[in-house]
């Protein structure tokens, strides 16, 4: 009986406090989770597109300057350097899917991740070696870039090309500059 007079005076003291907690938790959630879908975007364009005209447009940069039989001038390592930063920042971008059928279950798979890491190591170590004008990093980089953009193709895109979207190097300065 004693245990139930000291009780029920706490218990009442801390229900509006206890209360308002829960009310305030709720509202913030809700809050979060709109704030969230406000600043959430979509990647608008497939995957396969950013791969075609961004990803493999970078990654060839590195693999034709690192394959050259002389040494890589100034201007070159700058474009280098160029093409990484657009590499680093694509395989990021290539992790939250995007409009094609298959992409957003790609992007939920832990290899597809793994890949995009593996590529935004490999465009890391790119611009490392245009700052440092190493050619042998850069060559190093080319073929841990091959084998990262392999194992995720034959994972995931075995078939190529999809969707229509193909390579075209007639439209990139580097394939003429490579007499290509």
């Known amino acids: 009986m004693k245990f139930r007079k000291i009780f029920s005076p706490v218990c009442s ?5 206890v209360l308002t907690i829960a009310a305030l938790t709720t509202a913030l959630t809700g809050s979060l989770t709109a704030h969230e879908e406000q600043y959430s975007i ?5 995957v396969n597109a950013l791969m075609v005209t961004l990803i493999d447009h970078s990654a060839h940069y590195i693999w034709d300057f690192a394959a050259l039989q002389r040494e890589i001038t100034d201007e070159e390592w700058r474009t280098i350097e160029y093409y990484a930063i657009q590499l680093a920042g694509s395989a990021p971008l290539i992790a939250l899917g995007g409009a094609g059928d298959m992409d957003d279950a790609w992007a939920k798979s832990e290899a597809w991740t793994s890949y995009s890491r593996t590529m935004t190591n490999a465009a890391m170590l ?4 245009a700052k440092n004008k190493d050619k042998f990093l850069l060559g190093s980089t080319g073929d841990v870039l091959v084998a990262s953009c392999e194992g995720c193709h034959d994972a995931f895109k075995p078939g190529t090309p999809t969707e229509g979207i193909t390579h075209q190097p ?4 580097l394939y003429h500059l490579f007499g290509r």
């Open 170 to 173: 007639d439209y990139d300065y």
């Open 42 to 46: 979509d990647v608008p364009v497939s």
């Open 126 to 129: 790119a611009l490392d070696a």
């Open 13 to 17: 003291r801390l229900a509006i406090p």
